[in-house]
């Protein structure tokens, strides 16, 4: 369940006319009360008697005997809603559920005879709506404060008892929604997303290619954005905001949005923070290797988020965010949309109450930011390699950050990961099946060589490994380790160590990846059979062989 209490009002008969109307597309069905402060409450949705204006009347009695005491804005109104899978309330367990959260939101404490006033209505099977005037009957105002915090608690309580879907909570880190204005003026320009979206886009996808608070900047007009700079009387800037030209007001003049309300880590402050760990870093390898190294890097973020710190293992969590947010640029067209998708998912992922020690995480933002410099790679093995490495990466945020309470962040990683699956099943179809032809056209010689390698290195598993479709591919790509001066036995020891492998629904395909962002296996390297045929034979007894010595 859901509580949407939003900012309070000054006109108790303009929400109930929406309320017991028809709605802004004729979807309110049988408007009613459920619930309400007294029994004797006129409900204009079921007798016709009453009006909306003596409801009205009713609830504002308090405020007109306060006078000028009163509140200006003196209507608290929260919506309630429960999951689309939940089954249907009877308005008895509707108007018990209004009276749990009119208790715990302090608006009307149960056996509190001067609790404000208020009504429940029922419009539709999913939700209510909840209308009080904050004035109390001794003409003082509710002590309602931290009112969404506390009816959110409340909900948890009520979904656990009733048998709900258990909603996924935040921690207040996430970005701010679009407001309905901004929903329906993009579907009024026809704009699949609203501005404040696509500013937050945007902004997220500049800031993974930046450098320098300055670079962020020029990066942003080069888009096409329009950016203005606050300053202190000193000089030093204290903020931004952004505009798109062609989003204005009635008096023609952009709408602009801060940083900090596109998203929270898009404020000034947290991005000086953030680029500030570049200023004092070692100057990064040549870029000319920026994709090796970027799956490199992303490969060892599962054991890192395992064994790392909080604070480090949240600055693991930003540069696989940026490596997301960057990955649809620097990737071949075919994959970007579903790459876009993940990086949009993962934008809640990203945030958390934990403080990123941001110069953790150097060798992966390095590689990140390098990567735009450096075309796609045209072995698409190791582009296939990255997605893997960054799937996974993805899998091991989830699991961060669900074994911390982060729900709202492991379903976005959780989604996040459905994407990149899609992409990379793309990108890695044409490399495995050339790597899946080789393995089969491998000499026989060669393939008892790379079946006792799995043996020796992964015992436990290697049956598995061999009777997987992926074997050949893994064993072709051992071959290809072998030639180019590698242990095959060693390898696999080494891909398959600190990392859990045995939940993979493809060990080989896995294992075939982690192989690539080990070493370098460029097509400058690769091998094909006749290549292999002549390499040197090196026989590999068998364990009966050396016990029958």
Known sequence: ??????????????????????????????????????????????????????????????????????????????????????????????????????????????????????????????????????????????????????????????????GLRRVPRGDRTAAKRPTRAEQEKAQRTGRATTVRERLRTTARTLLAAATTPEEYFRLLEG??????????????????????????????????????????????????ERL?????????????????????????????????????????IVALAETLDILPLAAPPALRPELLQAATAFERASRSRIRAQHQQALATRQAVKAILHEPAPKDGALLAAVIDAVLLAAVAAQHWHRTRGHNQQAEAARQTAEHLRTAYQAAAAEPLALAHRRGTELPEWIRRQQVAAV??????????????????????????????????????????????????????????????RLTDLSPRTTSRAPALQSAPYRPVRTDQQRRTR
């Open 276 to 316: 500030a760990a570049l200023d004092n870093s070692p100057a990064a390898p040549p870029e000319s290797r920026a994709w090796r190294r970027l799956a490199q890097a992303t490969d060892r973020v599962p054991e890192l988020l395992d064994h790392s710190e909080d604070e480090a293992g949240q600055a693991h």
């Open 455 to 516: 043996r020796r290195a992964l015992p436990e598993q290697a049956e598995q490994i061999l009777a997987e479709p992926g074997w050949p591919a893994l064993a072709a790509t051992l071959a290809q380790a072998g030639t180019s001066g590698h242990n095959p036995t060693t390898l696999l020891a080494e891909a398959a160590a600190g990392r859990e492998i045995d939940t993979a629904t493809s060990v080989s395909e896995v294992l075939t990846w982690r192989l690539h």
């Open 1 to 162: 369940m859901i509580a949407n209490i939003v900012k309070p009002g000054h006109k108790t008969r303009g929400v109930l006319n929406y309320l017991f109307g028809p709605g802004r597309a004729n979807e309110h069905t049988d408007p009613h009360l459920v619930a309400a402060w007294d029994d004797f409450v006129p409900d204009p949705g079921r007798n016709p008697a009453a009006t909306l204006a003596q409801l009205a009347d009713v609830l504002d009695l308090r405020v007109k005997q306060a006078g000028h005491k009163a509140p200006k804005k003196h209507v608290w109104h929260c919506s309630i809603r429960a999951a689309p899978e939940d089954r249907h309330l009877t308005d008895d367990e509707w108007a018990t559920i209004a009276h749990r959260v009119l208790n715990a939101t302090g608006i009307a404490p149960a056996g509190d005879p001067d609790a404000c006033r208020w009504v429940a209505v029922r419009h539709a099977d999913d939700h209510i709506h909840i209308v009080a005037t904050k004035v109390r009957g001794d003409l003082r105002p509710p002590r309602n404060w931290n009112d969404f915090l506390r009816a959110d608690k409340e909900l948890v309580a009520i979904e656990r008892e009733y």
């Open 223 to 272: 888009s096409g954005v329009l950016v203005e700079i606050q300053r202190f009387p000193s000089g030093d800037i204290r903020g931004y905001k952004v505009a798109l030209a062609d989003d204005t007001n009635k008096d023609a003049r952009p709408i602009w949005f801060s940083g900090s309300t596109l998203a929270p880590d898009l404020s000034y402050p947290k991005i000086n």
